[in-house]
């Protein structure tokens, strides 16, 4: 599939992909062709015109995604690593940051996920099932249905697994939860289920607000007890204030990536009540290092670590 930017959007829509695991990809950009005309040295009588078209063509940085669940989770995690991006680009550097799928209709990415969505045990306790789905529930284990539609957060993903994990092991009764970046809704609805008095979550990317709205409403939590906003809580101070507007929460879970975690670092304190928990996940191992450094450099205290295929996750406390 191909991105559209511009020359100044090439390093920052590679830093989102870097961000969420995509270490392969390719760049077509007619800045690049015009250095090589300038610069070339050497007698050229000819140059295919397939070459010179690089001369006017958008700026693109194509990437290759596997037709299966995991392309799923990633194919959605980069719609909103766009959305994000393109929130953040007030004075639209970065082109129009569209994504262009090829080989496979987007309409079918939207789709085709389902057939890879099965019913799946995660820690001890949930069971995750898409709402067409019917499973035998021998073990008794609580049911969390969801339909992820196109944002991020099937339970099938690492990262979510990993968060999961974490939430269930930390998450005490009766605790408020905030769930930052909440993609499906997926770590939220899961926390009211394991045991929340009230949840609230938010997202930069209004369709992922929408979606996790509506999965609260399909597991039957009372409309009073999950909030949402939609927002980007680094630069929106009235936002914050918002969802503050009836105290700080017990435990906070930000599955995002490891760029946007850095930057949030310093404002996770104000959302968490004295010894409160605070879990991270999205960040690759490769730095994995640099986001916990960040977390103490806050005085955060580390708690655990879980790794799992290339992707980590942490849980701290926030003591003062």
Request: proline share 2%; charged share 25%.
């Amino acid at each position: 599939m191909n991105i559209y930017t511009t020359s100044e959007g090439v390093d920052p829509v590679c830093g989102c992909l870097m961000c969420i695991g995509i270490n392969g990809f390719a760049i077509k950009d007619s800045k690049d062709f015009e250095d090589f005309l300038e610069r070339k040295d050497g007698n050229w009588d000819y140059i295919d015109d397939d070459l010179m078209e690089m001369r006017t063509c958008e700026t693109c940085v194509t990437v290759y995604i596997a037709d299966n669940a995991q392309g799923a989770d990633i194919f959605a995690a980069l719609k909103e690593q766009m959305s994000s991006l393109k929130a953040r680009d007030a004075e639209n550097k970065f082109g129009r940051l569209a994504i262009e799928t090829t080989g496979i209709r987007e309409e079918d990415w939207a789709n085709n996920w389902k057939q890879y969505f099965k019913p799946i045990e995660v820690g001890g306790r949930l069971l995750i099932k898409p709402s067409w789905e019917t499973c035998d529930n021998n073990d008794g284990r609580t049911i969390l249905e969801i339909d992820p539609e196109s944002s991020f957060g099937t339970g099938q993903h690492n990262t979510t697994r990993l968060c999961l994990e974490l939430t269930e092991k930390y998450l005490k009764k009766d605790m408020r939860m905030l769930d930052v970046g909440c993609g499906s809704g997926i770590l939220s609805v899961a926390g009211y289920l394991l045991g929340a008095r009230e949840c609230t979550a938010v997202d930069i990317d209004s369709n992922s607000v929408r979606i996790a709205g509506e999965n609260a409403e399909k597991n039957h939590i009372p409309a009073d007890k999950y909030t949402t906003f939609c927002g980007n809580i680094i630069g929106d101070e009235k936002l914050r204030g918002d969802i503050l507007k009836n105290g700080r929460f017990e435990i906070l879970t930000a599955n995002i990536v490891a760029d946007v975690l850095i930057a949030m670092a310093p404002l996770f304190r104000d959302f968490l009540v004295q010894n409160g928990i605070l879990i991270i996940s999205g960040i690759i191992i490769e730095r994995c290092e640099e986001v916990l450094a960040a977390m103490r450099a806050q005085g955060y205290t580390q708690l655990e670590i879980k790794e799992d295929n290339g992707w980590a996750a942490a849980a701290f406390s926030i003591d003062s």
